[in-house]
């Protein structure tokens, strides 16, 4: 035992094996040399009736008096109950970002995470999150450790993905297909909220004890108000007569149409099943949706062509795919080949979902029936009831597709503020009332 000093450390020679020289000043601080000269000051200590020993640093790099200043901290830390050499083995066994996402990922395979409602994410979804999962969050911060994300971090990862910094192009596993990922507002936006389901996760496994992504205000993207006029629509309806001609773009058109006279998004219409239609009940019973099952009214114009088409009926979809019993597969295809260098060019699917709830709006319907019409949340505790309103909201979904096939078909009509034309409403008073003492 010796003072450890600068002088008695450079003067302590390598041995065929390594040995700690211990200070006689501090007990537990001492320096362990290496048979390859290499010096580093550690602490040795008693916790719980374990011998537990914590390697400070090597000499050179500490000087001994900072290395004797720690070696008192850290004994100080030992007298109050710590144990600091357990503390530093966790923290380097410490969860990355990129050991979360994984278990995050596998969890999504097996359907444990849930999603709105407390049901499993649909694959789709699944799909989406995995690949900003590999594409932004771990290239950007899969190295660093959960418990040391802070909100800057947050908000760093966010400007980043903004900026473009987890740009890439990924091949795909189609033939020369290829991804490409660009990053911008909207991606940053839903990256970042899909970074903070995976915190509350973690949160979940014990790993962190609060969520840093909680409550950073988000950027605002481009939202998507395009709806069309009423000369698009009959700008639409050409476009279609003149595919319909064409046997190549069957059954694009058809469902182009229902899409249009439903409000339904693209995929409910594509994957829409004869076991989900209701033609007595005027509606569409959807087993799946982004909402989960799903209660849609439909018009006049759209069961008069279900009912039409169910006549010549093969499989179990409406529009069938080619080979075995599928859904149609072509749609995007046809879509870009319909529209692309037309007047109408740009226009998407989502278009015509929110013109037909536009097209509600001008009619006077209120919020609550809309959302019921296109089967949002909000429109849930309609849906539950519509077996006493179907009346109310199926008279809703005639007015509405009737509208729209009307515009389809080339229709002009002068009038605008339908909710407060007085005449219309006294039409519809009268026959009310009529109907009524005819009861």
């Given at each position: 035992?010796?003072?450890?000093?600068?002088?008695a450390?450079?003067?302590?020679?390598?041995r065929t094996?390594?040995?700690?020289?211990?200070?006689?000043?501090l007990?537990?601080?001492?320096l362990?040399?290496?048979?390859?000269?290499?010096?580093?000051?550690?602490?040795?200590?008693r916790?719980?009736?374990?011998?537990?020993?914590?390697?400070?640093?090597?000499?050179?790099?500490?000087?001994?008096?900072n290395?004797?200043?720690?070696a008192?901290a850290?004994?100080g830390?030992?007298a109050?109950?710590n144990?600091?050499a357990?503390e530093?083995?966790?923290?380097?066994?410490a969860?990355t970002?990129?050991?979360l996402?994984e278990?995050?990922?596998?969890?999504?395979e097996?359907?444990?995470i849930?999603g709105?409602?407390?049901r499993?994410?649909?694959?789709?979804t699944?799909?989406?999150?995995?690949?900003r999962?590999?594409?932004?969050v771990?290239?950007?911060?899969g190295?660093?450790?959960v418990?040391?994300?802070?909100?800057a971090?947050?908000v760093?990862i966010?400007?980043?993905?903004?900026?473009?910094?987890?740009?890439?192009?990924?091949?795909?596993?189609?033939l020369?297909g290829?991804s490409i990922?660009?990053g911008?507002?909207?991606?940053?936006?839903?990256t970042?909220?899909?970074?903070?389901?995976?915190?509350?996760?973690?949160?979940?496994l014990?790993?962190?004890d609060?969520?840093?992504?909680?409550g950073?205000k988000?950027?605002?993207?481009?939202?998507?108000?395009r709806?069309l006029?009423?000369?698009?629509y009959?700008?639409?309806g050409e476009m279609l007569r003149k595919?319909?001609?064409?046997g190549?773009?069957?059954?694009?058109t058809g469902?182009?149409?229902?899409?249009?006279?439903t409000?339904?998004r693209?995929?409910e219409?594509?994957n829409?099943?004869?076991c989900?239609?209701?033609?007595?009940?005027?509606?569409?019973?959807l087993?799946?949706?982004?909402?989960g099952?799903?209660?849609?009214?439909?018009?006049?114009p759209v069961?008069?062509?279900?009912?039409?088409?169910?006549?010549?009926?093969?499989?179990?979809?409406?529009?069938?795919?080619?080979?075995?019993?599928?859904?149609?597969g072509g749609?995007p295809n046809?879509?870009?080949?319909?529209?692309?260098?037309?007047?109408?060019?740009?226009?998407t699917?989502?278009?015509?979902?929110?013109?037909?709830a536009?097209?509600?709006?001008?009619?006077?319907?209120?919020?609550?029936t809309?959302?019921?019409l296109?089967?949002?949340?909000?429109?849930s505790i309609?849906?539950r009831?519509i077996?006493?309103?179907?009346a109310?909201?199926?008279?809703a979904?005639?007015m509405?597709a009737?509208?729209?096939?009307?515009?389809?078909?080339?229709t002009?009509?002068?009038r605008?503020?339908?909710?407060?034309?007085?005449?219309?409403r006294?039409?519809?008073?009268?026959?009310?009332?009529v109907?009524?003492?005819?009861?």
């Open positions: 035992m010796v003072k450890l000093t600068k002088r450390v450079e003067a302590a020679a390598p094996k390594n040995y700690i020289l211990w200070d006689e000043d007990p537990g601080f001492g362990r040399v290496f048979p390859s000269g290499k010096r580093s000051y550690v602490v040795q200590y916790q719980s009736g374990r011998s537990r020993r914590l390697t400070i640093g090597r000499h050179g790099v500490w000087t001994a008096e290395a004797r200043r720690e008192k850290q004994l830390r030992v109050s109950g144990d600091p357990e530093r083995l966790e923290d380097h066994r969860t970002v990129k050991q996402c278990r995050y990922m596998q969890d999504l097996e359907g444990v849930l709105k409602g407390g499993p994410k649909k694959q789709s699944i799909d989406t999150d995995i690949g999962i590999k594409r932004h771990i290239p950007l911060i190295t660093r450790r418990k040391d994300l802070t909100r971090d947050m760093k966010m400007r980043d993905i903004m900026a473009g910094q987890s740009r890439i192009i990924v091949k795909t596993k189609k020369r290829k990922v660009k911008g507002p909207g991606t940053a936006t839903r970042l909220g899909l970074i903070g389901g995976m915190l509350t996760y973690a949160i979940d014990g790993v962190i609060h969520n840093p992504a909680h950073i988000k950027p605002k993207y481009k939202v998507r108000e709806r006029t009423e000369v698009e009959g700008i639409l595919a319909e001609v064409n190549r773009f069957w059954p694009t469902i182009i149409r229902q899409i249009a006279l409000g339904c693209r995929g219409i594509i829409l099943k004869w989900d239609v209701d033609l007595d009940s005027s509606c569409l019973r087993s799946e949706s982004k909402e099952r799903s209660i849609r009214p439909i018009g006049l069961v008069e062509f279900l009912e039409a088409q169910r006549d010549i009926a093969m499989g179990s979809y409406v529009f069938p795919g080619f080979g075995n019993d599928n859904a149609f749609f046809h879509w870009n080949a319909l529209f692309k260098g037309s007047p109408l060019e740009g226009v699917a989502h278009v015509l979902r929110h013109s037909f536009s097209i509600g709006n001008d009619l006077g319907l209120t919020e609550v809309i959302a019921a296109l089967g949002h949340a909000k429109g309609t849906s009831y077996h006493v309103l179907d109310t909201l199926v008279t979904a005639d509405v009737g509208y729209i096939s009307a515009l389809l078909e080339g002009n009509f002068q605008r503020g339908y909710a407060l034309d007085r005449e219309a006294k039409s519809a008073m009268s026959e009310f009332l109907g009524q003492a005819a009861k």
